[in-house]
């Protein structure tokens, strides 16, 4: 079993800044892509931004040039640094993270149990 410990959220003013962290531990013997997905009351869970292995990166546009991703895979961490924050920001934010726990095994997707972001003044 993989356990996915996530942090950073919170309130914050428009155009502030968050950084959220997740870290994953347990039976862990790689990991592929790790993500940040988030929901809204009412919406359905969207992608924010996602990072390979191999640290390639792709983003949902509505975030591009505002949030970025990052990865220490020695702490089997991913970030996401969010900046200049707007209103329509505001959801829970879950982790996403691929693992094998055994060689040659199947990757398993796991989820975070979320962390709220709200941008309000």
């Known amino acids: 079993q993989v356990q996915l410990v996530e942090s950073g959220g919170g309130l914050v003013q428009p155009g502030g800044s968050l950084r959220l962290s997740c870290a994953a531990s347990g039976s862990i013997f790689a990991i592929n892509a790790m993500g940040w997905y988030r929901q809204a009351p009412g919406n359905q869970r969207e992608l924010v931004a996602r990072?390979?292995?191999?640290?390639?990166?792709n983003y949902a546009d509505s975030v591009k040039g505002r949030f970025t991703i990052s990865r220490d895979n020695a702490k089997n961490t991913v970030y996401l640094q969010m900046n200049s924050l707007k209103p329509e920001d505001t959801a829970v934010y879950y982790c996403c993270t691929e693992v094998r726990e055994v060689p040659r095994g199947p990757y398993i997707t796991y989820w975070g149990q979320g962390t709220q972001v709200t941008v309000s003044s």
């Open positions: 990072i390979t292995s191999g640290g390639f990166t």
